[in-house]
């Protein structure tokens, strides 16, 4: 057995080798070094498997807005290694995309190219570059990096007509104070669509998969915040802070605990009953062991591991 797989068994080892990870990552971005390996999507993907990826990310933020296309201003929040996606919105006929991450995600340069050529020929995006298809020449993009959605969208003065993440919000340090910051700057008649992953992203894999809330705030903080591992904001933060957001909107269930397969996002009683009911099983099974707050919370929704909210604000 490695010793990784030695500390991965213990749930206080782990916990201890996150301490000092997370400790690490602070240190590191207190020396403003911004490279990381999270969001780097596209290494050891082929190109036909990178390219389903992006029309996938594309086609489902569409599908979830309910709309055709983006136009205006367009903020993609954690792109990761790569800007097709922010490419596929101002093809179809978006005036800017802002792509703000914390982070430089690591990449691949030729692979980003190949994949950027594979687009322009695929949807006749040649006038979107400045020469040859690649990150560096692509027009009307802006990339904020080393800038925390928490902070970019409090600070930029920047109003957008549609803000947009996909697995990106649970690794922020305080994703509703972000999306008051997002409220704030959307345009009227703007919209934000997030898809939001509440699993443990392996940190706990090989235990219960609701074992992250097993922790006090405090400990679970000092293991996740420098590093953007997952937050624990879950399905009832995203609701209360809707309620209260002054925007029209709603949210739909993508993910259930203990549940391999992913869900079409669906209110929770459209959702597969079997697949409900292991969810809730999963639940039961550490509902004693849970911590303070989670403790209090209905099995519904600690059953959610994965959701997509849609707000919008009125007018335009
Ligand atoms: C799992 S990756 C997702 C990448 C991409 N959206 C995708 O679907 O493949 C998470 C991304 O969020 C970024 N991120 C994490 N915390 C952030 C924060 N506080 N503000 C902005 N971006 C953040 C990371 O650097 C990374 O690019």
Redesign the pocket.
């Known amino acids: 057995m490695t010793f990784r797989a030695l500390i991965k068994r213990s749930v206080a080892l782990t916990c201890a080798y996150y301490l000092h990870d997370d400790w690490r990552a602070r240190r590191r971005l207190a020396a403003g070094r911004l490279e ?1 390996a ?5 290494a050891g993907l082929d190109i036909a498997a990178s390219l389903r ?1 992006v029309e996938r ?1 594309y086609g489902d933020y569409l599908a979830y807005g309910g709309v055709t296309h983006f136009s205006g201003s367009v903020a ?7 800007f097709a ?1 922010a490419l596929r919105i101002l093809g179809a006929g978006a005036g800017h995309v802002h792509a ?6 690591r990449r691949d340069g030729e692979a980003q190219r190949r994949i950027y050529g594979a687009l322009s020929e695929r949807h006749g995006l040649g006038h979107l570059f400045e020469g040859v298809p690649a990150e560096e020449t692509i027009k009307n993009l802006t990339y904020h990096a080393g ?6 969208f409090h600070d930029s003065g920047l109003r957008f007509d549609a803000i947009l ?4 919000m ?6 509703l104070a ?1 999306l008051d910051g997002m409220a704030r700057s959307l345009k009227p008649g703007g919209i934000m669509i997030h ?1 939001i ?1 509440l699993r443990d ?1 392996g940190m706990f894999s090989g235990h219960h998969p609701l074992t992250l809330l097993t922790f006090s705030d405090g400990l679970h903080r000092r293991m996740t915040r420098g590093a ?1 591992r997952p937050n624990r904001v879950l399905i009832d933060g995203y609701r209360e802070w809707l309620q209260h957001s002054g925007l029209s909107g709603g949210i739909t269930i993508s993910r259930l605990a203990g549940v391999g397969e992913e869900q079409d996002p669906a209110p929770w009683q459209a959702l597969d009953d079997s697949a409900k009911s292991r969810a809730l099983e999963c639940v039961r099974t550490i509902r004693p062991r849970l911590s303070g707050r989670f403790k209090a919370m209905a099995d519904e929704d600690l059953a959610v591991a994965g959701l997509v909210l849609v707000a919008r604000r009125n007018g335009g």
């Open positions: 990381s999270s969001g780097a999507r596209h990826y990310v993609e929040i954690g792109p990761g290694d790569s996606v703000i991450d914390r982070w430089v995600s800038q925390p959605a928490e902070a970019f993440s996909r697995a990106v649970e690794h922020l340090y305080d994703p972000a898809r992953d992203h953007g």
